[in-house]
Nanobody, 117 residues
Framework: VQLVESGGGLVQAGGSLRLSCAASGSIFSISAMGWFRQAPGKERELVATISDGGSSSYADSVTGRFTISRDKSKNTLHLQMNSLKPEDTAMYYC????????????WGQGTQVTVSA
């Protein structure tokens, strides 16, 4: 499974960005997908997940500002980020949960999001 993120960039506080992740390869065992982020000097954290059936969940810090969505027909995952804050600055990673492995076993290379004050 290959995951390729896009859509990161530099934005002012209060602005918006839309991240995308394209999945390819042997995706038959993929169920949930998610977005994670890691800021310099901090541990990676979960941002949002979406199940195979479309149920979503969010970290408290992004609830109400971020929206995760998935187009299974196109094998794509998106993260709409609104009302961005400087503390959202991080490398954002797309990940896929592999039912054969029982964990988020596939990761993209990441896309940088920088929010200026």
């Amino acid at each position: 499974v290959q995951l390729v993120e896009s859509g990161g960039g530099l934005v002012q506080a209060g602005g918006s960005l839309r991240l995308s992740c394209a999945a390819s390869g042997s995706i038959f065992s993929i169920s949930a997908m998610g977005w994670f982020r890691q800021a310099p000097g901090k541990e990676r954290e979960l941002v949002a997940t979406i199940s195979d059936g479309g149920s979503s969940s969010y970290a408290d810090s992004v609830t109400g500002r971020f929206t995760i969505s998935r187009d299974k027909s196109k094998n794509t995952l998106h993260l709409q980020m609104n009302s961005l804050k400087p503390e959202d600055t991080a490398m954002y990673y797309c990940a896929a949960y592999d039912e054969l492995v029982g964990e988020y076993a596939h990761w993209g290379q990441g896309t940088q999001v920088t929010v200026s004050a």
